[in-house]
Nanobody, 122 residues
């Protein structure tokens, strides 16, 4: 069974950068579309980016477009989310998920990581 583990979160100054990783075990990640989601306290989980399992197409939410980049390294069975130009509203727990479909609909995601906290220092 596919298992996902996020890493790379932490505290960053506004405008700073970091890279989140989503490492898979138990199955081949390239068979799945991978989505990145975030959830801030008191808010619903929202999709921020995803990458397809077929042609490598990517999607980013308008709120992060131009600042976030999703990529995958199938040889390492890992998907990344590069976060640049951090804003206070980016502070949240970030989750990666795996789905059979290229979508940001959370109910389509069968597998989830445990989450990684991203904080923006003031």
């Amino acid at each position: 069974q596919l298992q996902l583990v996020e890493s790379g979160g932490g505290l960053v100054l506004p405008g700073g950068s970091l890279r989140l990783s989503c490492a898979a075990s138990g199955s081949t990640l390239e068979n799945y579309a991978i989505g990145w989601f975030r959830q801030a306290p008191g808010k619903e989980r929202e999709g921020v980016s995803c990458i397809s399992n077929s042609d490598g197409s990517t999607w980013c939410a308008d709120s992060v477009k131009g600042r976030f980049t999703v990529s995958r390294d199938n040889a390492k069975n890992t998907v990344y989310l590069q976060i640049n130009g951090r804003k206070p509203e980016d502070e949240a727990v970030y989750y990666c998920g795996a789905a059979w479909l290229y979508t940001v609909l959370t109910y389509e995601y069968a597998y989830w990581g445990q989450g990684s906290q991203v904080a923006v220092s003031s």
